[in-house]
C-alpha cells in the first residue's frame, strides 16, 4: 500500500474515532464537573506515562525486524516487559492510594497494561500492513470511550466514569489490533527464546528512546500535578479538556502519518530521499495548523463555553493562550518517529530533555504572573524556541 493511501486509510477511521468524543464532548462536559475531570486526568497521566514506556519502547523496533521469526520474538520481550510494567503500577497505584486518598487510583495497573498493549498491537499491526485494522482500532479506542463515558456519566460514575469508560475502550482496541496472529500463535509467544539477544540487538530503544518517550510524557504528568497542587482540581480539569480536545487534530493527522511515515523512512534508499519526505511532510503540517492557531488566537473563549457550557470558559481562555503551542505541537508530534528511523535517538533525548526544561519552566512563570491563562503563555513562549529549533535540525539534517 502507497503511503498516500495508507495514510488516507487511517485518517479515515481516525477521524471517524475523533468525531464521536467531538460530538459527544458537550454532552461529557455536561454529565461531569471540573474537579471529575481533574481527577480523572490525574491518573490517566500518570498511567499514561508509566504505558508509555511499558514495553521498553521495544514495540518500535518491530518496524526494523524483516523476518516474521524475529518479529515474533521481539513482541514476546515487549510482552514480557510489559507484565513487570504491571507489577510496577500496582506497586504504584496501591501506594498513591494510601498516600493521597485516592480511591480512583486504583485503576492505574489495568490502565497501564491495557495502552501498552494497544501500542504494541498497533505496532505489530502496522509492520504487517493492517492499516484498515488500525483503523478500527482507533475507532474502538477513541470513540469507544466518549461512549463508554457518557453511559458511566448518566449512571452518576463520577471519576470512576471518565476512568473505566477509557480504559475499556482501549482494552478493546487492543484486542482489535491483534492480527495478524504471529505463526505458533498467541500462547506459542510464552515458549518464545532468544529474547536476551533480541534485547541486545534493539538495545538504542530501552536505553535512549525510553527516557526521551517518559520524559516527553512526564510533561502532562508535572502539567496537571502543578495545576492541581497551585489552582486546584477544577483549574486542571480545565487544563485537560483544553488539551484534550486541542491535541485531537494532532492526535488525528499525527498519529495516522507517523504510522506510516517511519517504516518509510526506514526503508528509504539515502538520506536525501528521507530527508525530501520530511521536508513534504513539515510543510504540509505547518499548512494545515496555521489556520487552525489563528481559529483558535481569535474564537477560543467563546467556542468553549459556547461547545461545553459556561462553567468551561475559563478552558477557552487557555485555549487562546495555548494556540502557538498547540499549532507548533501538531507539526511536530508525526516527526518524532524521524530520530528513531535516522539512528538520532541520543540526540533526540538531549534535546526533549532541554524542552522538558524549557516547558515546566515557562508553565510555572505562566502561573505564577497570569494563573491558569497566564500559564498557556509561558508554555507557548517557552516551546516556540524549541520547536524551532527542531524543525530546523530536521530540515538541515546531514
Not at 486546584?232 to 499525527?254: Q, T
Not at 526533549?352 to 497566564?374: D, P, T
Amino acid at each position: 500500500m502507497s503511503l498516500t493511501r495508507a495514510t488516507l486509510t487511517l485518517l479515515a477511521g481516525s477521524a471517524l474515532a475523533q468525531a464521536l468524543p467531538l460530538l459527544l464532548g458537550p454532552w461529557i462536559s455536561r454529565l461531569y464537573t471540573p474537579a471529575e475531570y481533574g481527577q480523572f486526568s490525574l491518573v490517566w497521566t500518570v498511567a499514561a506515562n508509566l504505558a508509555v514506556v511499558g514495553c521498553a519502547r521495544y514495540e518500535f523496533a518491530l518496524a526494523l525486524e524483516t523476518g516474521d521469526a524475529g518479529a515474533a520474538t521481539l513482541l514476546a520481550l515487549c510482552l514480557r516487559v510489559l507484565l513487570a510494567v504491571t507489577s510496577l503500577a500496582i506497586v504504584v497505584g496501591a501506594a498513591w492510594m494510601l498516600w493521597a486518598d485516592l480511591s480512583v487510583a486504583a485503576a492505574l495497573p489495568p490502565i497501564v497494561l491495557a495502552a501498552s498493549a494497544s501500542q504494541a498491537l498497533a505496532q505489530w499491526a502496522a509492520r504487517a500492513g493492517r492499516f484498515a485494522l488500525l483503523a478500527w482500532g482507533r475507532l474502538v479506542q477513541w470513540g469507544g470511550a466518549a461512549v463508554a463515558q457518557v453511559l458511566f456519566g448518566l449512571l452518576q460514575a463520577g471519576p470512576w466514569g471518565l476512568v473505566g469508560g477509557a480504559a475499556l475502550a482501549t482494552a478493546a482496541a487492543a484486542a482489535v489490533q491483534a492480527r495478524p496472529a504471529p505463526a505458533g500463535g498467541w500462547r506459542g509467544l510464552l515458549a518464545a527464546q532468544a529474547l536476551r539477544e533480541m534485547a541486545a540487538k534493539h538495545r538504542d530503544f530501552p536505553l535512549l528512546n525510553t527516557p526521551h518517550a517518559f520524559a516527553g510524557a512526564l510533561q502532562d504528568t508535572v502539567a496537571i500535578a502543578l495545576l492541581t497542587a497551585w489552582l486546584g482540581a477544577p483549574e486542571a480539569g480545565a487544563w485537560a479538556l483544553a488539551l484534550r480536545y486541542l491535541k485531537a487534530p494532532a492526535s488525528l493527522v499525527g498519529g495516522s502519518l507517523s504510522q506510516v511515515l517511519y517504516p518509510r523512512l526506514a526503508q528509504a534508499a539515502s538520506l536525501a530521499e528521507a530527508r525530501a519526505l520530511v521536508r513534504r511532510n513539515l510543510l504540509l503540517l505547518a499548512a494545515i495548523a496555521l489556520p487552525l492557531m489563528l481559529a483558535l488566537l481569535a474564537a477560543g473563549p467563546w467556542l468553549f463555553a459556547t461547545v461545553f457550557g459556561a462553567q468551561w470558559r475559563g478552558a477557552g481562555e487557555l485555549a487562546r493562550s495555548l494556540a502557538p503551542y498547540v499549532a507548533l505541537h501538531f507539526i511536530a508530534s508525526p516527526l518524532s518517529v524521524v530520530l528513531m528511523a535516522w539512528g538520532a535517538q541520543g540526540w533526540g533525548l538531549r534535546l526533549a530533555l532541554v524542552g522538558q526544561v524549557l516547558f515546566v519552566a515557562g508553565l510555572a512563570a505562566g502561573l505564577k504572573f497570569g494563573g491558569l491563562a497566564g500559564a498557556g503563555w509561558g508554555v507557548s513562549g517557552a516551546m516556540l524556541l524549541y520547536f524551532g529549533y527542531f524543525f530546523w535540525a530536521l530540515w538541515t539534517w546531514e
